[in-house]
């Protein structure tokens, strides 16, 4: 009964010391849509768009299954609008402030409140804050005008004298991407898309707080908090600064307006924050609380981590460099390039949001890039990715265009790039800001500047560097402290510094059609974006086709593929290396294996190249719809082959084979920051298990290096029927001597034993024969812990499934030599 008592007790208190608190009010309920020229309002979900609102009212067909992006396009030359009611009580009509936050707006946009105009939005990348206070009532009206954005466009590009390369989305700020791209439809939306509420506060409010790193030793961070405080009164306040469990006591004589002020922090003997791969992603807690006579005014948590990091592009003897240094230590970026995760953002949960981010830790991936062509991410996943410890290289949204240069379209970048920047500097997975994807290399390669005048040129250069290498850069360095990259890549392809200098993006594979032998001879300073299309898993194609075969020549899936080439480079490609399957069910299965095996020879050549390469990013990870790309994780979160493949190609410890002029090449690529030893083991054996050749020997492997250990002077091993294989502690790897399509791979069936877990399925794999490449399918839901590996003969191998279903009768397996004739 005391406990109860007390209970209570603390609870009055809290709720006594939270009156004081500013109030935010969500306002997400009776919300309502229509087009401006119709009559009937719907129902309506914010955040949200206008293409989940018609789709949830079924007045359009899922522009994701069979060839229905088509049949919707009429949704983006419309005006649409949205109106709700809200309601305010006397009590919070009464505080001294009460502003309204649009968090997002898509894009132009009239906002009128009890039919006054409050706002005109017109960038979807920008926080909106509008004063209320004096037109707010209990009973409220709130309406939303979105305008057609094809006119807009059409009226600011027939204001300049001469035709940017890239029309129409330039001159709007919005999601580049659902214009368009070579990977997703054309489904450029409006709408709500992220929070909308009222915030209604008294006496002071956090402003903002930003935390700086301004020293760090092994013994001593040193740190400072930039706060600003907005105040309504002229009186002592006192603010406290919890770190963890310590405490500073700050008085603060307020003024009315603005106050800033800066409060210095020391942290003794800092616990490191380290991407996964290489320690703790540990974060500390910082609680700012303010005080007025006890009672609590504001608070505001932020979690961050201790740690340098820079971006390290020094000249050198070969050119320039490129890498990214973590606490004073070299770090290899390994990981892939983000795009958004749906067409429609009301679409990414939180869930979706923790369940790819698990994937990538998962494939021992440590940087993403969030790609130009998209959008600033929700908040969820910095927070994420700072807790999972995943570096994020972070773009500014413009790509594959030149932008206009004008006053009003400058402040008004200027104004995204100042809150973007300000919204994520206390991130600690931040690692660099870059100003664009490819419109440098762009300009100067893809032939935008033919049948151009010289003044013309000159000022959409000036324009360009005006924004990137001017406006952009400022604007970091004020308001940050992580580095900025102008573009990306530094150099195109076109131009032969583009493997000494800077980062990279090699699209000689695919686009230029070179074998992927050239990745293994073309090895840049920092691998940024490389890639390779396949077929998705079975469920998406099935999905897109809405039938329970695999289909791929139905007019659904080549809508579903937004290369122009996409089909034919895919058959080009795959006659080089595998014999072509006469099955679409298995076409689907060898496409991947084919993705799989260039990206991953990638990969490999660029790790074993340490240092002279710090990095591996490939394109891309994810898609934003059902479709045929490039993605190594499909639209339902399938692993295609490439990311298990990938997951072990970006393991700590990598054995890596290579074929040389005298024979073949065995690297050890150690990324640990501590030397590793351990026994060598290597066997040339053939496919039914028999040992050819053998050699064992301890060695020692330095600290984050790429270290050749072994060279194999071997000439009579038969290309067709052996394989190489190598293990070292606990890792292994299979080397093959002949192309896929080449080898003589018996058949015989794999045995299978499978046994019910907690949270899914043991399978027990194992056969007389080598079995390339593996695969496991269902169609029930779930993961499987491997797949598309190779079993050894005579060997078994347990994969988990890890699933909710209650049996897995279902389950299908091939492997290369099953499907071949």
């Known amino acids: 009964m005391h406990k109860f008592l007390l209970f209570l007790l603390v609870l009055a208190m809290l709720s006594c010391e939270n009156k004081n608190l500013p109030e935010k009010i969500a306002i997400t309920t009776n919300w309502e849509f229509k087009g401006v020229d119709t009559l009937d309002w719907q129902s309506a979900r914010v955040p949200g768009n206008i293409f989940s609102d018609l789709l949830e009212k079924k007045m359009i067909p899922n522009p994701f299954i069979k060839t229905n992006e088509d049949s919707v396009q009429w949704v983006s030359k419309k005006n649409w609008e949205y ?447 490389f890639g390779f299309q396949s077929f998705p898993s079975f469920e998406t194609v099935k999905y897109i086709n809405q039938k329970d075969e695999i289909d791929l020549k139905t007019n659904a899936i080549k809508s579903h593929q937004k290369h122009p080439k996409g089909f034919e480079l895919i058959e080009k490609y795959m006659k080089r290396d595998y014999k072509i399957p006469t099955s679409d069910e298995d076409y689907v299965y060898v496409s991947q294996l084919l993705q799989a095996k260039g990206i991953v020879m990638g990969i490999e050549a660029q790790r074993r190249a340490k240092p002279y390469n710090m990095g591996t990013l490939y394109w891309q990870l994810n898609d934003c719809w059902p479709a045929i790309s490039w993605s190594s994780i499909d639209y339902f979160g399938n692993w295609k082959a490439l990311q298990y493949k990938a997951k072990k190609a970006f393991e700590n410890v990598l054995i890596s084979t290579v074929k040389s002029k005298n024979g073949y090449e065995i690297y050890i690529v150690n990324d640990l920051l501590l030397e590793t030893k351990g026994t060598l083991q290597i066997k040339i054996m053939d496919f039914f298990g028999k040992e050819i050749w053998s050699d064992t020997s301890r060695i020692t492997v330095k600290a984050d290096a790429s270290q050749r250990v072994y060279q194999l002077l071997k000439t009579d091993v038969d290309h067709t029927k052996h394989f190489l294989s190598v293990t070292f502690n606990n890792s292994s790897s299979f080397f093959y001597f002949a192309k896929p399509k080449d080898l003589m791979l018996p058949k015989e069936p794999i045995e299978r034993t499978i046994s019910k877990t907690k949270n899914g399925f043991s399978i027990t794999l194992k056969s007389n024969v080598l079995q390339k490449d593996v695969f496991l399918f269902t169609s029930e839901k779930g993961h499987f812990s491997d797949n598309f590996f190779d079993l050894l003969p005579n060997t078994s191998k347990t994969i988990h499934f890890k699933s909710n279903s209650t049996n897995l009768q279902q389950l299908s397996i091939k492997s290369l030599q099953s499907i071949q004739e």
């Open 83 to 529: 109106k709700t009611t809200f309601s305010l009580s006397k009590k919070q009509l009464q505080k001294k402030n009460i502003e309204l936050h649009f968090e997002g707006l898509d894009t132009y946009a009239t906002i009128y409140l009890n039919d006054s105009i409050i706002l005109k939005a017109n960038n979807a990348f920008k926080k909106y804050t509008i004063d209320i206070k004096k037109s707010a009532k209990e009973s409220n009206n709130l309406r939303v005008v979105f305008e057609n954005f094809n006119d807009i466009e059409l009226k600011k590009e027939a204001e300049i004298w001469y035709k940017l390369p890239v029309q129409n989305r330039v001159y709007t700020r919005k999601a580049q991407f659902q214009y368009g791209w070579d990977w997703g439809p054309v489904l450029n939306s409006y709408g709500i898309w992220k929070e909308v509420s009222i915030k209604a506060w008294d006496d002071v409010i956090f402003s903002d707080i930003y935390i700086k790193q301004d020293s760090l030793t092994v013994t001593k961070a040193v740190l400072s908090a930039d706060i600003i405080i907005e105040s309504n009164i002229e009186k002592f306040v006192e603010l406290e600064t919890w770190i963890n469990s310590e405490k500073i006591l700050t008085g603060i004589h307020l003024k009315k307006g603005e106050n800033k002020l800066t409060i210095p922090i020391k942290i003794d003997n800092p616990t490191l924050w380290w991407t996964h791969n290489l320690g703790k992603p540990y974060l500390y807690r910082f609680d700012f609380k303010l005080f007025r006579k006890n009672k609590l005014l504001d608070q505001k948590i932020i979690k961050k981590g201790i740690r340098t990091i820079k971006l390290i592009a020094e000249r050198d003897t070969i050119g320039q460099s490129f890498y990214f240094e973590l606490n004073g230590k070299p770090v290899y970026a390994k990981g892939a390039n983000l795009i958004p995760m749906h067409s429609f953002q009301d679409k990414v949960t939180n869930e979706k949001y923790e369940k790819l981010l698990s994937h990538v830790v998962t494939s021992n991936m440590n940087m993403l890039r969030v790609w130009g062509g998209g959008i600033y991410e929700n908040d969820i996943f910095y927070d994420l990715c700072d807790e999972k410890g995943i570096l994020v290289w972070q773009d500014f949204m413009f790509a594959c265009a030149m932008y206009p240069g004008d006053a009003t379209f400058l402040q008004n970048v200027s104004e995204e790039a100042e809150y973007q920047v300000k919204r994520l500097r206390n991130h600690t997975s931040i690692a660099l800001w870059c100003g664009n994807n490819e419109n440098s290399e762009a300009w100067k390669r893809w032939g935008w500047q033919e049948n151009r005048g010289e003044k013309e040129k000159q000022e959409i250069w000036d324009n360009y560097l005006m924004l990137f290498d001017s406006i952009l850069p400022s604007i970091v360095a004020k308001n940050s402290n992580t580095d900025y990259w102008e573009t990306s890549p530094k150099y195109g392809r076109g131009n032969p510094k583009y493997i000494s200098e800077g980062d990279a993006h090699d699209w000689w594979i695919w686009h230029d059609e070179y074998p992927f032998e050239h990745l293994q001879e073309k090895v840049p300073r920092f691998m940024s974006e």
